[in-house]
């Protein structure tokens, strides 16, 4: 009875072992499949996060230059400086292209091509790389670009007479004066880099790989396969039918993950979710069953070892939780600390323009009252004022973009500004020294839209100079808008010569400013105030400051409802009420 019941025992606690060991394994499994997810989709993240900043980067490159493009079909002199001033300020491209329509310049043939690439020892290649033999009139890219309303990726392909490589080409229609498309404008974003950080980054766990839209492989461990290799060819390594629906999901942008098999019966699983943004591309990672579970099946016949890796593993969860949980603490004290700081910059950003009107309460000459609405925290819009020599020297601008960098700009363009202007008269000459010291440190390629104006307060003539800014409108009679020279930004490129321009103000009219944000404002149907309606509301307002800017924001407010504001609003109006006299 005794042996029986030491035997009975012995099985028992066997049987708990036992089951012990299988509950374990069961349980460790689930955590180890739960972690494999985890870093999937973290790998993803992190690939996607890498790749979308890069083809961002471009995007916002040739969005930022849209209207210098347009400019530049009537400037023909420009293209190949303004194509090698974005090639070298945006290091992720390796060349541009500007494809024009055929016969558009007539001396140049039925192809021109102008081409900017730089070279490996650090300069700038001019080419013009188009003839019978490079046919772009044919090519997908020029054709895409034609079509499209804004900027699209082309396919991946290997470029042997522009970038010399294997390339995507962000395409961009450029149009002339009239709107119509007379050029392809292309930014060639190089591959190569892609296929390195695949095969170097790779661990021997997994295998990823990207495609493009049309399912070729662009990147993946094995470099025969890139650009030779496509989901189709791939269906013939996989005997389940679960790969075709797979491959057919990523095609469509879709994102999942699924168990595979391949033609050697041999499991793994599949995550897959697209990447890149607009350029189409998805991206695979496959797990080996046998890899992944490896470890697991060699210590599942050890009851001991089993358990203590069990044991880690938990204690590494939790490590993982705590780490998480703190942070999540981190970010969110982290985001507490910048909103604080907007808040403070929101506040120098205000103390920066004039506040107090009437600013100068003994002129009796002009009214002035100016307002600024931000769309964020802080916003690029400008204005400014002073009095020297019994002259108004004043400004209004718009800074490209939003946000911090847009603020930092601004305050530049305000010191700037101040500075000029308190030594110079004209105000083409103030806009061009502003424009020299900006364009020298202007590494993130952003531009400030200006209008200067130089009022005599004796003769009520107005000096004024237009570095692509809003048109201003004279109210008091007829409201009419002021002819403006079409100069660029301040801050595209050194050394332009901007022009000045002059006329009369009449007693008792009264000059208003504004930046595109009023004319630009949007309700919920998308349908923007513009200028007619602009014209329209000056025609029926009030001429005196402040009445009349109060005026234009509320029914600007009206148009726009419950829409949110798209853009920074800035209105700046100077009334000259009488003569000054000596």
């Known amino acids: 009875m005794q042996n029986r019941g030491s035997l009975a025992l012995l099985f028992v606690a066997a049987l708990m072992i036992q ?23 973290s790998e993803i993240k992190m690939k996607n ?3 979308n900043k890069m083809v961002s980067s471009v995007e916002s490159a040739v969005d930022n230059i849209d209207w210098l493009l347009n400019w530049s ?12 001033e ?4 945006n290091p992720d491209i390796q060349g541009c292209a500007y494809a024009f329509t055929p016969h558009y ?3 140049k043939g039925v192809w021109y091509e102008p081409y900017v690439r730089r070279d490996t020892n650090g300069s700038f290649l001019h080419m013009q790389i188009a003839d019978s033999t490079h046919d772009y009139l044919n090519m997908t890219w020029y054709k895409e670009g034609l079509t499209a309303n804004n900027g699209r990726w082309t396919e991946p392909y290997i470029d042997h007479d522009g970038a010399q490589g294997m390339i995507c080409t962000y395409c961009f229609p450029v149009r002339n004066a009239k709107g119509e498309v007379v050029a392809v404008f292309g930014a060639d974003l190089s591959l190569n880099w892609l296929t390195d950080e695949f095969v170097t980054e790779q661990n021997t766990k997994s295998y990823a790989f990207i495609v493009s839209r049309e399912g070729r492989i662009l990147a993946c461990p094995d470099k025969s396969k890139i650009m030779n290799y496509t989901l189709d060819d791939a269906d013939s390594d996989f005997q389940d039918t679960t790969i075709k629906s797979v491959n057919k999901a990523m095609l469509a942008g879709e994102s999942g993950k699924a168990e595979v098999k391949d033609n050697n019966n041999e499991l793994a699983y599949m995550y897959y979710s697209p990447v890149g943004g607009r350029t189409g591309w998805s991206m695979a990672i496959l797990y080996p069953d046998r890899v992944i579970y490896k470890g697991l099946r060699s210590v599942a016949f050890k009851l001991g070892i089993l358990m203590l890796f069990g044991f880690a593993l938990m204690v590494y969860i939790m490590w993982r939780t705590v780490r998480g949980f703190k942070r999540l603490q981190t970010v969110s004290a982290e985001k507490e600390r910048i909103g ?3 808040r403070i910059a929101s506040n120098i950003q205000n103390g920066m323009l004039p506040k107090t009107f009437p600013p100068y309460p003994d002129l009796e000459e002009l009214t002035l009252y100016g307002a600024l609405t931000s769309a964020k925290e802080v916003g690029g819009d400008l204005y400014d004022f002073s009095v020297r020599d019994q002259k108004l020297f004043f400004c209004i601008g718009d800074v490209s973009g939003k946000g911090v960098p847009a603020s930092l700009v601004m305050a530049v363009t305000r010191s700037l500004f101040r500075s000029v202007s308190s030594r110079v008269d004209d105000p083409g000459e103030i806009i061009s020294q502003m424009n020299n010291a900006m364009s020298e440190m202007n590494e993130n390629a952003m531009f400030v839209t200006l209008f200067i104006g130089v009022f005599n307060f004796h003769t009520g003539k107005l000096d004024y100079s237009n570095a692509g800014h809003c048109a201003p409108v ?12 079409a100069n660029i930004p301040v801050g595209v490129m050194p050394d332009w010569q901007f022009t000045s321009q002059q006329t009369y103000i009449k007693p008792g009219q009264t000059l208003f400013l504004y930046t595109d944000g009023l004319t630009e404002a949007e309700n919920g149907k998308l349908e923007q105030f513009g200028e007619e309606r602009l014209l329209k509301a000056l025609a029926e307002s009030d001429t005196n400051p402040r009445p009349l800017i109060e005026g234009i924001k509320q029914t600007v407010h009206n148009f726009v409802g419950t ?5 920074d609003l800035t209105m700046l109006a100077i009334q000259f009420n009488k003569p000054r006299i000596s």
Request: charge should be negative.
């Open 49 to 51: 996060l890498k790749i």
């Open 19 to 41: 089951v012990l060991g299988a509950v374990q394994f069961f349980y460790t499994r689930n955590a180890i499949r739960k972690e494999v997810d985890v870093r999937a989709q």
């Open 340 to 342: 604080s700081e907007l």
């Open 73 to 84: 079909v009537e400037n023909p002199e420009y293209i190949y400086p303004i194509m090698e």
């Open 474 to 485: 004279l109210l008091g009679g007829e409201t009419t808008l002021i002819a403006v020279d």
């Open 563 to 567: 829409a949110e504001q798209s853009d």
């Open 86 to 89: 974005f090639v070298k300020n």
């Open 105 to 107: 310049f007539p001396d």
